[in-house]
């Protein structure tokens, strides 16, 4: 679990992130010199960092976009290949392959140094590294443990009643992964609900103890449940962070590209963005809860579970945490203050909210900072002169999340620059004259399917510059088909690669592909059911959205 359950530090989002592609085993030439020559390669991952020039060089050499006039959109097309299969293949660490645009766009004429290397730090980047700190703040004061215990004791009912404790557990992990990264959140949340789990039989199915075809049944009801709770966390923190700004990174990119190609468009805030994600989260955690409950919960699976766990016990281990401290209330204090500074800054057209005092110059980003900043300022009460945070506390920050923003936002504006944007929107040219609900479900099929192979903020990168050009192109409001990228980049619920989350959970062990595939597509036909009712109705009162552009 300490390979997975890291933030980042001293272990990268590598080890969290599965590459898709794995090396191949090694031939067996007949040369025993060959043969290691061959090993060492594979081991050092070369072919799998050479397939990036390679790629990049193929693409160079072979694809003509129509003349000289596109050489620009051809080296952004071989540039992307290059920084997408070191994504996609691990051939070199997360944080590095999200670099390679610093130094590939002004080498191949894409963009300038300065250019490029802004795009790495804006209001947008200053969100997500304020958030970081903060949620390393709550796993440093186990909060997170405290608020998970004190639910799911509520929830769990004397005797057990399994539908309830499995809605605690989830519900305690949507809630967390609303206002940090729904990566941490898993991370956080996932020992708590194994540590829960380390009271039940881990019965292999077959095996046996003496106790005949009842123990045997019991183990199975066990079995389910474990699988049920494991999925539920993985599930919940995916959702839960689809309802606010903060919860994911695809969120984070939606936000800033939008904000890139359409300044002149009112800006997706905090709360008007909750105001849609989390009515469409609730529905998808409503799909998940019923899912879990029906096929991974039974009339006995109660029975089963009361044997080993009770209410008693959930106190038993939060009590053992004693009474919060100072500097628990402290960060508690700081965190919700920084919500309701998100929730305020911008009300509505006649409550302005508290941003119009300062000329609407203040981002969330501002904010998010201001209140981080604070935690190095107040007092911990423990020892003398020590503060709620330091440093120290610090390395483990997520670099490699926060430069795949960037990297993120550095190809966006490659694509618009290059006019790669303006030829591949062509191939979607058929929806230019299609309803609003084809259009939606089919850019979010598009992304949902891309998501599956390689990690969402990956995804989302590579499609919302496709979805905003296309946009203009066939005359229809951004809005629409970037929303729907977004949501559809966050369906990553078939496969390990798609998401860190599923990574977490499936290190488990308590559950397989075949558990992801048969709870998530449910999963994702609910999300993309909802989003094609969802954003055509509440699209033009919180994002302005009209059919045509």
């Known amino acids: 679990m300490d390979k997975h359950g890291s933030f980042g530090g001293s272990s990268s989002s590598d080890d969290v992130e599965a590459p898709l592609l794995a090396p191949p085993p090694p031939p067996s030439p007949s040369s025993p010199a060959a043969a290691a020559w061959v090993r060492a390669a594979l081991a050092h991952r070369y072919p ?7 790629a990049c060089a193929a693409v160079c050499s072979l694809v003509d976009l129509g003349g000289a006039d596109h050489r620009g959109a051809r080296n952004m097309l071989a540039v992307l290949a290059w920084v997408f299969l070191w994504w996609v293949t691990g051939a070199v660490p997360l944080a590095v392959a999200s670099m390679a645009p610093l130094f590939l766009f002004p080498l191949f004429g ?20 304020g958030s970081f700190i903060l949620a390393l703040a709550i796993e440093h004061y186990q909060i997170h443990r405290r608020l998970a215990l004190n639910i799911t004791s509520v929830f769990c009912g004397d005797p057990v009643r399994p539908a309830l404790l499995l809605l605690g557990i989830m519900g305690t992990t949507f809630f967390v992964s609303m206002w940090i990264h729904n990566t941490a959140c898993t991370v956080m949340m996932m020992p708590v609900a194994t540590g829960m789990l380390q009271r039940l039989p881990r019965g292999g199915g077959g095996g046996g103890g003496g106790g005949g075809g009842g123990c045997q049944e019991e183990e199975e009801e066990v079995r389910r449940f474990s699988k049920a709770v494991v999925l539920g966390v993985v599930y919940a923190s995916a959702i839960g962070g689809m309802a606010t700004l903060t919860g994911t990174g695809v969120n984070i990119i939606l936000v800033g590209m939008w904000s890139t190609y359409f300044p002149e468009e ?7 963005w909750m105001s849609f994600g989390l009515p469409m989260a609730l529905i998808i955690f409503a799909a998940l809860w019923v899912t879990l409950c029906l096929m991974y919960c039974s009339k006995n699976t109660g029975k089963a579970l009361s044997a080993y766990l009770d209410r008693s016990h959930l106190r038993r281990e939060l009590s053992l945490l004693g009474p919060m401290t100072f500097a628990e ?37 501002t904010v998010t900072i201001m209140m981080a900043t604070l935690l190095f300022i107040i007092p911990s009460g423990k020892n003398k002169g020590e503060k709620l945070m330091d440093w120290n506390k610090c390395r483990k920050l997520q670099w490699d999340i926060i430069l795949l923003l960037g990297a993120g936002f550095a190809i966006a504006d490659g694509f618009r620059s290059s006019g790669l944007t303006d030829i591949l929107s062509e191939g979607l040219r058929f929806l230019k004259d299609a309803q609003t609900v084809v259009i939606v479900p089919v850019a979010c099929i598009v992304s949902a399917v891309i998501t599956e192979f390689t990690s969402d903020d990956a995804t989302t990168t590579l499609v919302l510059p496709l979805f905003a050009e296309l946009a203009r192109s066939i005359n229809v409001h951004p809005a629409l088909l970037m929303i729907s990228g977004a949501i559809g980049a966050q369906l990553s619920y078939l496969l390990p690669p798609g998401s860190p989350s599923n990574v977490v959970g499936f290190s488990t062990g308590h559950i397989v592909i075949k558990d992801l595939v048969t709870t998530g597509l449910p999963l994702k036909i609910v999300g993309i059911a909802s989003l094609t009712i969802l954003l055509p109705s509440l699209g033009p009162h919180i994002f302005g959205i009209n059919n045509r552009f």
Not at 48 to 54: D, H, I, K, Q, R
Not at 266 to 272: A, L, N, Q, V, Y
Not at 346 to 360: C, R, Y
Request: hydrophobic share 55%; proline share 4%.
């Open 329 to 365: 209330k402290m960060v508690l204090a700081v965190f919700g203050s920084l919500i309701v500074l998100w929730m305020t800054k911008s009300l509505t057209d006649d409550i302005p909210g508290w941003g119009a005092l300062f000329n609407n110059n203040v981002g969330d980003g």
């Open 48 to 54: 799998a960092v050479a397939s990036g020039p390679l």
């Open 110 to 129: 894409v963009s300038a140094a300065d250019a490029v290397a802004k795009a790495y730090m804006d209001d947008v980047i200053s969100l997500v590294l």
């Open 266 to 272: 009112e800006p997706i805030t905090f709360s008007s």
